[in-house]
């Protein structure tokens, strides 16, 4: 069965630095999500994509977060100077479903772990 | 705007016992429901869905739900519970129209005891 595939599953970095979190989505899907899940907490939402432009995005995801779908496989989560309370982990999700339909489960990868120091 | 309400953030229960987790949720529109399994180091995983049609779904592995709209519930059962599965069990959902996001409830901590 195809896979979200999430690069890496653990990354460590120093506060202020920039990290890019990569997603492979299921190669048919047309719409991608990226969802934070901070350590004991709630799965929560940060951006949908669709038709190579970001569709929603919650109050998380501030200026120094962006999102980009490099080529016909990739889809990134860029975090420009990355704070303590950006320590999680990040779930990238894709979806299948045709316009006007929302019935689709998302597909999740199995996460990027992310420590910030 | 939705929301889901997971009452329960730990449900121990011994092997082979039954369990229920609760979710509720609240929507001014109609919704799609899902339940998400996430197994220790692991991603979310889809256990089962109401789109539309009977209330009462089942997944591969022994785990049903029942959506009841007039109690905005969709509880999930299983009636005989094993070691593998103990994992966090999320309640989701999304409305039926338009492209919006899912909204996750805070997750339920199943823990089989042997």
């Known amino acids: 069965e195809p896979e979200v595939t999430q690069t890496p599953s653990h990354q460590v970095t120093q506060m202020g630095q920039e990290v890019i979190l990569r997603c492979v989505p299921i190669s048919n899907h047309l719409y991608f999500y990226w969802y934070r899940q901070i350590l004991g907490q709630k799965v929560e939402f940060l951006v949908s994509?669709?038709?190579?432009?970001?569709?929603?995005k919650s109050e998380i995801f501030d200026d120094q977060f962006s999102v980009e779908r490099p080529d016909g496989s990739n889809f990134t989560l860029k975090i420009r100077s990355t704070k303590l309370e950006d320590s999680a982990m990040y779930f990238c999700?894709?979806?299948?479903?045709?316009?006007?339909?929302?019935?689709?489960?998302?597909?999740f990868g199995n996460g990027t772990r992310l420590t910030v120091t | 705007a939705q929301s889901v309400t997971q009452l329960d953030s730990q449900v121990p229960v011994f092997e082979e016992a039954p369990v229920e987790l609760r979710c509720n949720y609240s929507s001014s529109v109609s919704v799609y429901l899902f339940w998400y399994v996430q197994y220790p180091n692991q991603g979310l995983q889809l256990l089962l869905k109401y789109l539309s049609g009977s209330t009462l779904v089942e997944s591969i592995n022994g785990f049903e739900a029942e959506f009841n709209k007039s109690q905005t519930s969709f509880h999930l059962r299983k009636p005989s519970v094993h070691i593998s599965d103990t994992a966090e069990y999320f309640c989701a959902v999304v409305p039926s129209g338009g492209y919006q996001k899912v909204t996750f409830g805070i997750g339920t901590k199943l823990q089989v005891i042997p």
């Open positions: 994509f669709y038709n190579n432009e970001i569709s929603e």
């Open positions: 999700a894709s979806r299948a479903t045709s316009p006007g339909r929302n019935n689709s489960p998302l597909h």
